[in-house]
């Protein structure tokens, strides 16, 4: 018999059906490959974080209450956590230490971003502090202070983007809970006369949470940044202090960054803080700091027990809406409004007056003033993970219904993100119209938070449905 080639011989035995057969009992034996037998989720995921120092200059004014800041008790931050999939799905989280950005300047600066990055979705979230000022839009020329800070916080942005894209490397990404609380429902009904006040309401709903985002080094096996969140106006530095600060949510990135180590960068989100007050309110530097760590604290703890996320694909949906404006009233009715537009000494206020005139001509025309603007996002990792965001002053009972309806193991919820233009309140306060308080009352109610503004008061009762219908157009349908 005349020898083959060794060759021949091997590939006459490893014939289909012998491979088959073969491949078979080694897949069972457990001794493939990982990237033959499973895949590895834990590489579909990139991050990269990066933050900038965006302390205003002392002499800049405080945007609430208004006064010229005069020294830094702490400095401001703008921070970045950049996530990016197997399949170049991505998204960049931004975090601000200032008190918020209109739509302008949100929309320039994300196409700016786009533009100078190639990074397609940015989500701009405002921390609101008060303690700090607004961001407005890149000015064309640089002619004091204000624009000057501006222009370089604008480049300082787009820098720290492109910085945390580079170098984005593996990570394990992991989710976690702790109870958390910083502040206390805000709102409060006088019971003489039904209208509602500020105060310190024990009662009224909150978020007793703070929410983690765990990205792990693949290499290192350690955080390389952590994006957390919570709800409360930071208000705890008194309204008097002529110090820039973070307030409460520098102090918890302060800490976290002790706890995890200096190259940590921490990521912090406003929750559905609108109804919801830090507290002690305007009390002192010390107790923010104080009321930070202690977040800070929850926010480490929910960092060690946090759970591994099993999601391998990372999607990011956008929705829009228009929360129509409460109705302007009868011919009749804006009489009376201005019969009793007057000032404290019983003189007609002619600023209320010009203002009444400009919702008669609404009246006049047989229009409404105009609607609010709603951008809802929504950034999910496979059906474990999904960050909400909404723009403006949105109340707490927003995150706690996205808590309870989302399709997610797990969410977190931010507001104050991408924009906005005030108060969005619930039907349940808006139904109270001028009785709603600072952040949901109507005229003839002047203390309303949106009565002088070009919407003449609050959206229209109905705007909640609007609202939720919205956010859950963005999540997956069930079969």
Same mark, same amino acid.
């Given at each position: ?8 011989? =091997? ?9 088959? =057969?073969?491949? @078979? ?59 990016? #999939? ?6 960049? $989280?931004?975090?601000? #230490? ?27 979230? @405002? ?12 000015? %064309? ?7 000057? /800070? ?9 820098? !720290? ?13 992991? !989710? ?99 109804? $919801?007050?830090?507290?002690? =309110? ?51 009715? /804006? ?28 009246? #006049? ?21 999904? =960050?909400?965001? !909404?723009?403006?002053? !949105? ?5 706690? /219904? ?11 919820? @931010? ?30 109610? /002047? ?7 070009? @919407? ?20 997956? %349908?069930?079969?």
């Amino acid at each position: 018999m005349t020898a083959r080639p060794i060759a021949t011989q =091997l590939v006459s035995f490893w014939n289909p059906i012998h491979l088959i =057969l073969v491949l @078979f009992v080694v897949a069972c034996l457990g001794i493939l490959p990982a990237s033959t037998a499973t895949a590895d989720h834990h590489l579909s995921f990139k991050a990269g974080a990066a933050e900038r120092d965006i302390t205003v200059p002392v002499g800049m004014q405080i945007t609430h209450y208004p006064r010229i800041s005069k020294g830094v008790h702490d400095p401001l931050h703008a921070r970045v956590l950049y996530l990016e #999939d197997h399949q170049g799905n991505h998204v960049a $989280i931004v975090g601000f #230490d200032l008190i918020g950005g209109g739509f302008d300047t949100c929309d320039q600066l994300r196409a700016e971003i786009k533009e100078k990055t190639g990074v397609e979705n940015t989500l701009l979230a @405002f921390s609101h502090n008060h303690s700090s000022v607004g961001l407005g839009p890149r000015p %064309k020329e640089i002619v004091d202070t204000v624009t000057g /800070w501006t222009n370089e916080t604008h480049n300082a942005v787009v820098e !720290m983007i492109a910085e945390a894209k580079a170098k984005a490397e593996p990570v394990k990404l992991r !989710m976690g809970r702790a109870d958390a609380q910083v502040g206390f429902n805000r709102r409060l009904v006088d019971k003489r006369n039904g209208h509602t006040f500020m105060g310190v309401n024990k009662k009224g709903p909150v978020v007793p949470w703070v929410n983690v985002l765990v990205a792990d080094s693949q290499k290192t096996g350690k955080p390389i940044a952590v994006l957390f969140q919570h709800a409360a106006h930071p208000v705890i530095v008194p309204h008097l202090s002529r110090l820039t600060s973070a307030d409460y949510p520098g102090a918890a990135a302060r800490r976290i960054q002790e706890g995890l180590g200096e190259g940590v960068v921490a990521v912090f989100g406003q929750g559905g803080g609108g109804n $919801i007050n830090g507290y002690p =309110l305007r009390s002192s530097h010390e107790l923010a700091d104080a009321a930070g760590r202690k977040l800070g604290d929850a926010a480490l703890k929910a960092v060690a027990e946090a759970e591994e996320i099993n999601g391998d694909t990372l999607s990011v949906k956008f929705a829009q809406s228009w929360l129509p404006s409460a109705r302007v009233p009868t011919v009749e009715v /804006w009489q009376q409004w201005v019969d009793a537009a007057k000032d404290r000494e019983g003189n007609v206020d002619q600023g209320k007056v010009d203002h009444l005139n400009k919702l008669k001509a609404l009246i #006049d025309a047989g229009e409404n003033p105009p609607p609010r603007r709603f951008d809802a996002y929504a950034v999910m990792i496979g059906s474990d993970w999904c =960050l909400v965001t !909404m723009p403006h002053e !949105m109340f707490c009972q927003y995150e706690l /219904w996205i808590d309870e309806k989302a399709p997610f193991k797990r969410t977190m919820t @931010f507001a104050y993100t991408n924009g906005g233009q005030g108060y969005v309140a619930v039907d349940e306060a808006w139904k109270l119209k001028e009785k709603g308080g600072y952040e949901a009352g109507s005229l003839p109610n /002047w203390g309303g938070s949106g009565s002088r503004s070009e @919407f003449f008061g609050p959206p229209e009762v109905g705007s909640e449905k609007i609202i939720k219908d919205t956010i859950e157009s963005l999540w997956p %349908k069930d079969n």
